[in-house]
């Protein structure tokens, strides 16, 4: 496994770029063009805007989670490492991720069903952009604390 961690590392960075990316993008800046564009403008503007992300994040979420398994398993060898110092900080990280995955799982079916609307999107991008926050953070500094 130790020839395919590097990659399943850029895969799973890769990944997390673009979540976090996109979900930066939807709170920074289409956010702010409430200000600057009707509702009815910026209600076709989100629903383009979502009807791309329901085509490609998906994918970007299985494989950024399937990455996340597999490093888990390679860092922790199972569980074995809960309870270290270390463990306790990549098991705090995979719960927050597992937070995303739920509210990213409850925003898909919102949308599929034709329950969000425009402060639903924007809640569930915030919460979101909080928890990716605490991931990286965990990511970056959990092998110095």
């Known amino acids: 496994m130790a020839v395919w961690y590097p990659w399943i590392v850029l895969v ?6 673009v979540f976090v990316g996109a979900v930066t993008f939807e709170v920074l800046v289409v956010e702010s063009l409430h200000r600057h564009f009707d509702a009815a403008t910026l209600q ?3 629903q383009a ?6 085509r490609f994040m998906p994918v970007f979420v299985v494989l950024l989670f399937a990455s996340g398994f597999v490093l888990f398993d390679i860092r922790c060898d199972g569980l074995a490492c809960v309870g270290s110092r270390f463990g306790n900080w ?13 509210v990213f799982i409850n ?4 949308m599929r069903s034709g329950k969000m609307d425009v402060c639903r999107f924007r ?17 970056k500094t959990m092998f110095y604390l």
Do not use: N, P, Y
């Open 44 to 46: 076709r503007i989100e």
């Open 123 to 139: 809640h569930t991008h915030r919460v979101v952009l909080s928890l990716m926050v605490g991931i990286v953070f965990l990511a």
């Open 12 to 17: 799973h960075l890769a990944c997390a770029i």
């Open 107 to 110: 925003a898909m079916w919102a």
């Open 49 to 54: 805007i979502m009807a791309r992300v329901r």
């Open 90 to 102: 990549l098991l705090l990280k995979t719960l927050l991720a597992f937070g995303v995955l739920g």
